[in-house]
């Protein structure tokens, strides 16, 4: 009988090991950016008070089994509900940093944003108030099947299962 019960051991072990590991690979996923500093003001260059461009975004630490990456930056605090900025997805795994200006790195698929448009529109809340944009990065362990231009809720919804980790940096804006 105890010879029964030590190859379970070994493997509870092994597995243990096995879920730790994961655990603190998946701890190390992180998105930065040389635009702004997280929780910070984002510069007007960004915003549609200045040339519009997306910023810069890195980042690191991905699990290992991530096929692509999905990418949202939303307005929580828009009036009418969630502002979706940005919606990028396919993002290949192998690509680690988004350049300042950048429509969409090569194998990545542009989504609808709420003006229905496929690009990046930065900021742009109405007067007198401050807001805060997430830029919220999904490691999946798949590539989405959907077609060009899908927007953002029809990809979270897509989503859905195959995240195996995600990071967000926040900004802020107001006038």
């Known amino acids: 009988?105890?010879?029964?019960?030590?190859?379970?051991?070994?493997?509870?072990?092994?597995?243990?090991?096995?879920?730790?590991?994961?655990?603190?690979?998946?701890?190390?996923?992180a998105i930065k950016s040389a635009s702004f500093v997280d929780r910070k003001n984002i510069p007007a260059l960004y915003t549609c008070d200045g040339q519009d461009l997306s910023p810069q975004l890195a980042?690191?630490?991905?699990?290992?089994?991530?096929e692509s990456y999905v990418l949202i930056c939303d307005d929580p605090d828009a009036p009418v509900g969630i502002w979706y900025?940005?919606?990028?997805?396919?993002?290949?795994?192998?690509v680690t940093e988004l350049p300042e200006g950048v429509a969409a790195p090569s194998g990545a698929v542009l989504?609808?944003?709420s003006w229905g448009r496929t690009q990046y529109n930065g900021p742009c809340p109405p007067a007198s108030s401050i807001h805060r944009y997430n830029f919220t990065l999904y490691a999946?362990?798949?590539?989405?099947?959907l077609p060009?231009?899908?927007?953002?809720?029809?990809?979270?919804?897509?989503?859905q299962g195959?995240?195996?980790?995600?990071?967000?940096?926040?900004?802020v804006f107001g006038h």
């Open 1 to 29: 009988m105890q010879a029964m019960l030590f190859p379970f051991l070994a493997i509870t072990t092994s597995f243990v090991i096995t879920s730790s590991t994961y655990a603190e690979q998946a701890a190390l996923f």
């Open 111 to 113: 989504g609808k944003n």
């Open 162 to 171: 195959h995240v195996l980790n995600k990071t967000t940096i926040m900004g």
């Open 85 to 94: 900025h940005w919606v990028l997805y396919n993002i290949p795994s192998a």
């Open 140 to 145: 999946l362990d798949m590539r989405l099947t």
């Open 59 to 66: 980042w690191s630490g991905a699990p290992a089994r991530t």
């Open 148 to 159: 060009g231009g899908a927007d953002a809720q029809t990809v979270l919804k897509a989503i």
